[in-house]
């Protein structure tokens, strides 16, 4: 079976990163909790491989460190809203035209109607900021699109015959969501899964960028970014570093989306 | 048609009333005490006291509620604790920097996407075709407040050719506003340009693949006529729906990249009132932040109705 | 023979999809004013004939051979002139009127469009000319205005959208590819009929693509037929009806013509009793207060099936068929009457298992019927989740099921991905048996199937009826099916059965107007023509 080369690269790039992340649970090249003022704003190259930054700690380590932070808040926000989002979508489309289905539905376009900063502002406002705050309000915002993207699938399996046959044959309307709707969607909802995963990447750092995310001593990629822009005239590998980490990880994560769609269901790529 | 604006206006109102509800129970009732909280752990009793009696805080909550959408809908959203003014005041300055930025970028972003989803897909296994779909996988990736700081880097304090940040203020006139507004608009507009042109592509693909465009050909229409006359209404549908998103996306983003260039809109003053626990501003900032994504989300459906007729004729 | 002057000729035309052979010497020729037939089952290239005609292939698509269009070398012509041809000089017209109209542009906007790119009219006059052309193929713009959209339309009137917007500028040719196949009977007449009459007024050349015979016996001059790719017999119609030369031509006359051998054990006790059934389906609201309007699918229906018997239900779309099927089954609740089942009572919705059993159902779709990603025997044995325990032997009965059918017991370790059309239909079939059921529904069953797999199939179920005791409720709107298989019908129009009988007398003396409509509507061929046919003439 070929796989395609979307795929691999994919898979390879986001690797990377990912190898770093767990890396840096064992080892970093150097400590990220030292300050080392008399190491600071070093250039890339010798003893440090990416450069220091403004308090003389190394780039590398934090990005290590902070594509943990990364990826550990996007995985788990997608992990709530699959398994908020995707009953909720089985139970619309099972019961369509319902009062369930509307409440869904509309429970669904007011989610959408507040962008994941906006509830990350009202539950840091009273909450405070941390990285479990970020990790809610990108959660609840994947809620509503793996509804949708779960009940527009299942609605189109549902007119099937074999779904017919299925009740022909006595099954009720979960036992059909799960043995034949799930498992023709799982598709569908892999390739989401990866489109919310480095989205959630995306969302992380906007929101450690401007303060709500993740706090110190915790690194992550968006506040070394918010720390960099008063040096950036004469240090920018502090701003250059953490956002190609970023812009790399993302892209990864979306060949290897895209690569997986093309395997997994080569109907789905009609239209490529 | 009538009967289909009637809903979505019904729909409008609802969910202005349910996002309103949710943002008063999540910012008034969740810290329990508003007072208490916006004063800190070491306020003297007496002092939250005043400041609950001064903010009308002590009623209960659907006398709270109403007072708070009644004083909205009468232009009063209350006094900001921090600044001790109007937050309407507060407000109105900066909300005319967000959401003209919001729309410079939305603006930019069709206008670049929609010609090159449109030129990729007629070119579809072509090399530019691949150079599109290449970039704008790239242009996903990209965090457009990074972006930003890029376009700072290269394009002000290199070249020169923009002010690294500031904005003059709308009394010194359009045009040089509109500058001081062009790079953040334009990294706001990249990554969702890059999104919004996959999206056109392959709904043009999708659409030339339907039964009408093959008639049209039958009637003697060259596949290029075919396109514009036929494909491309169609096309648009799909794109349209995710507009009212990409407002959204790009309100949210605005607020974010105001940081880099340092613009006094709508950013700062939340983020300040979050860490000067200013709930009275927070609330108010919110609110109108999300009536504008439900606003701008309400006319998206009304355009969408008048471009698709099945619209029209159903509920 | 002579013919006149040849409006087209084709000759040695070829072709091939990336590498793969599609086309293969295909040559014929139609005159001026006559009806040409291009007859075969699906594969066998006819449609990809037309669609070289029009040098509308697919990606991928290479052809050699010569196509003269009057004096033109149609292969010749570069793509700007082929534009210049398609829709002045040769209209085409395809199967799914459903979605062969841009459904955003009015159908006034779209007749004009063929006008206004040939610079036939001035867009002023554009509008007029389109009123007319419309007013011509039978939609009156005074009661189908030119600003309606597809949508408002029925299945007919699109076609006739269509027809109108392929002979506005007077084409010598139209290509007519299955135009009438995806309409009702009483539809399909109207609409051959209308092509019959631009034929006749215009004097312009009609290329009729179609899978049925009698179709072709009713309007063509000339007959091709086609098989993989070639033409295996051509010759004026009644000659080939008549004579039927080629192998593959005889065998595609017994097919259509097939009537499985049957021997009705009819006991006089009843498998399933409807009466008076009625469904309501509430439609979208017109005030805000008050109740909702409904609307009436099945309107008082009796139905009778007896052991061992093969009842037959035919109407078009829209008679409330699909909606009895489904209350009968149990999956909807009917607001009126009674269905009873060997005794027990359906009430839809809570059908307890022991009385589900006594019935199972075959779809139409035989690719739509089975969820792709469970192995056969997963899907055969769906059934026993009727019973309160699965049996012991379950393999064994799917094993057996398969074989009934005409399978094997191997079959049942693979994906249904592995299997034709027919063989699907086949599995479905083990699908409703292996439980044993008294009665099996077949909703529209064959409709979708080629002629030759059809007849087998057909047999296959005379056959399993007898092994097993089965009676049959069968659904179609194909009058010719329900006449090879059935021993009664019933017609159904608007919710309401019009007529009932024993299946031949029906059928050679219908009473109520309806189904005197409906047979007079298909068509036949002639009976002269198909002496030498075994078994009762049964008109395909």
């Known amino acids: 079976m070929r796989l395609p080369f979307q795929l691999i690269l994919g898979a390879a790039v986001s690797a990377v990163f990912i190898a770093g992340a767990l890396i840096s649970l064992v080892w970093t090249p150097y400590s990220v909790e030292q300050m080392n003022i008399a190491q600071r704003l070093l250039a890339p190259g010798g003893g440090y491989l990416l450069g220091t930054d403004h308090f003389g700690r190394d780039i590398l380590s934090m990005l290590m460190v902070g594509a943990r932070t990364s990826i550990a808040v996007a995985i788990i926000a997608v992990g709530i809203g699959m398994v908020v989002g995707v009953p909720l979508g089985l139970l619309a489309a099972a019961n369509r035209g319902s009062l369930l289905d509307e409440i869904v539905m509309r429970g669904n376009d007011l989610v959408f109607a507040f962008p994941s900063l906006i509830i990350a502002i009202m539950i840091t406002a009273v909450l405070g900021p941390s990285a479990v705050n970020a990790i809610l309000a990108i959660g609840i915002f994947n809620i509503p699109v793996f509804a949708r993207v779960t009940r527009g699938g299942a609605l189109s399996l549902w007119t099937l015959d074999y779904v017919l046959a299925a009740r022909v044959a006595g099954k009720g309307k979960a036992r059909i969501s799960v043995e034949h709707i799930l498992t023709n969607i799982a598709n569908l909802l892999i390739v989401q899964g990866t489109i919310q995963f480095s989205l959630g990447i995306l969302a992380e750092a906007g929101l450690s960028y401007v303060g709500l995310g993740a706090q110190p001593p915790l690194p992550s990629w968006g506040r070394m970014l918010a720390d960099s822009q008063t040096m950036i005239s004469f240090a920018p590998h502090m701003a250059i570093f953490p956002g190609l980490a970023i812009v790399l990880t993302v892209l990864g994560l979306n060949l290897m989306g895209d690569g997986m769609r093309d395997l997994l269901d080569p109907r789905l790529r009609r239209v490529r | ?315 | 023979m002579v013919r006149g002057p040849y409006m087209l000729e084709v000759r040695d035309l070829s072709m091939t999809i990336h590498g793969t052979d599609i086309l293969r010497d295909v040559s014929f020729s139609v005159g001026a004013g006559e009806v040409f037939g291009l007859v075969g089952e699906s594969g066998s290239g006819k449609s990809m004939t037309a669609l070289a005609l029009m040098r509308l292939l697919p990606r991928g698509a290479q052809v050699s051979g010569e196509i003269r269009f009057g004096q033109t070398e149609v292969s010749r012509l570069s793509e700007h002139q082929m534009c210049g041809l398609r829709g002045r000089d040769i209209g085409m017209i395809f199967q799914e009127p459903m979605t062969a109209l841009n459904p955003v542009q009015t159908i006034g906007d779209q007749v004009a469009e063929t006008l206004l790119v040939h610079g036939a009219s001035t867009p002023a006059q554009a509008r007029d000319a389109a009123a007319q052309r419309l007013a011509r193929v039978g939609l009156d713009p005074g009661r189908v205005p030119l600003d309606r959209y597809p949508h408002e339309l029925s299945g007919g009137q699109r076609q006739r959208v269509c027809i109108a917007m392929a002979v506005a500028l007077r084409p010598r040719l139209l290509i007519a590819d299955e135009p009438t196949t995806a309409l009702d009977v009483t539809t399909q007449a109207q609409i051959l009929a209308l092509l019959r009459d631009l034929v006749a007024d215009d004097g312009m050349s009609l290329m009729l693509i179609t899978h049925d015979l009698a179709v072709v016996a009713d309007m063509a001059d000339h007959v091709a037929v086609m098989q993989s790719g070639r033409i295996v017999e051509a010759d004026r119609t009644e000659c080939l009806f008549r004579n039927r030369r080629h192998a593959y031509t005889a065998k595609l006359f017994a097919d259509s013509a097939h009537v499985p051998a049957r021997r009705p054990e009819v006991a006089p006790v009843p498998v399933l009793q409807v009466r008076g059934a009625v469904r309501d389906y509430p439609l979208a609201r017109r005030r805000l207060i008050g109740p909702r309007p409904l609307f009436r699918a099945v309107d008082g229906v009796d139905l009778t099936v007896h052991e061992g018997e093969s009842v037959g239900l035919v109407g078009e779309s829209g008679c409330g068929k699909s909606t009895l099927t489904r209350a009968i089954l149990g999956l909807e609740a009917v607001q009126g009457g009674a269905i009873r089942l060997a005794g027990d009572s359906v009430t839809g919705g809570h059908v307890p298992g022991a009385v589900r059993r006594k019935m199972q159902v075959v779809f139409q779709d035989p690719y739509g019927s089975f969820n792709p990603r469970h192995r056969v025997a997963r899907l055969v044995a769906e059934p026993f989740h009727l019973l309160p325990t699965p049996p012991a032997d379950l393999r064994a009965k799917v094993a057996e099921a398969l074989e009934a059918v005409g399978l094997q017991g191997s079959d049942s370790e693979k994906y249904i991905h592995e299997f034709s059309g027919g063989q699907r239909q086949r599995i479905a079939i083990a699908r409703a048996i292996v439980i044993r059921p008294k009665l099996v529904i077949l909703d529209e069953a064959v409709s979708a199937l080629d002629v030759s797999i059809r007849a087998r199939i057909l047999d296959l179920l005379a056959d399993l009826q007898k092994r097993f005791g089965l009676s049959y409720l069968f659904i179609s709107h194909d009058l010719s099916v329900v006449r090879a298989i059935t021993d009664r019908v019933l017609v159904m129009r608007a919710g309401r059965i019009v007529e009932e009988g024993r299946t031949e007398q029906v059928f050679a003396n219908p009473s109520h107007d309806y189904t005197k409509a409906l047979i007079a509507a298909t068509p036949q061929i002639p009976r002269a023509w198909l002496d030498g046919l075994p078994g009762p003439v049964s008109p395909a």
């Open chain 2, 1 to 315: 048609m009538a009967r289909y604006i009637l809903s979505r206006l019904t729909s409008l109102i609802l969910s202005l009333i349910v996002a309103s509800l949710v943002i008063f129970t999540v910012i008034e009732i969740i810290p329990g005490d508003p007072a208490a909280f916006m004063l800190g752990l070491n306020a003297q009793p007496d002092t939250v006291a005043a400041l609950r009696a001064e903010l009308g805080l002590s009623g209960s909550y659907p006398t709270r509620y109403l007072g708070w959408i009644g004083g909205m809908l009468t232009g009063d959203f209350g006094t900001s604790y921090t600044y001790r003014v109007p937050v309407s005041e507060l407000v109105t300055a900066r909300l005319w920097v967000s959401l003209p930025l919001t729309f410079f970028a939305l603006i930019l972003s069709t206008v670049i996407a929609i010609p090159v989803g449109l030129i990729a897909a007629t070119r579809r296994g072509s090399r530019t075709d691949y150079a599109i779909m290449g970039t704008t996988q790239l242009g996903i990736a990209v965090p457009n407040f990074w972006f930003a700081m890029l376009l700072v880097l290269i394009f002000a304090i290199k070249l020169r050719w923009f002010s690294a940040g500031g904005f003059p203020g709308w009394d010194e006139g359009g045009w040089v506003n509109l500058k001081a507004l062009t790079l953040p608009a334009i990294a706001l507009a990249l990554p969702q340009a890059s999104i919004l042109a996959r999206v056109m592509r392959s709904s043009l693909l999708e659409t030339l693949h339907q039964d009408y465009i093959r008639t049209a050909r039958a009637k003697g229409l060259s596949q290029r006529q075919a396109v514009i006359g036929h494909a491309l209404r169609n096309a648009l549908i799909p794109v349209m729906t995710i507009l009212g998103l990409q407002f959204s996306f790009l309100l949210a983003g605005a607020i974010i990249i105001e940081n880099v260039f340092f613009l006094p809109g709508l950013g700062r003053l939340i983020f300040q009132g979050i860490t000067q626990r200013d709930l009275i501003v927070v609330e108010s900032v919110v609110m109108l932040l999300v009536f504008a994504v439900i606003l701008v989300t309400f006319l998206v459906d009304l355009a969408y109705a008048l471009v698709d007729p099945r619209l029209r004729h159903r509920a």
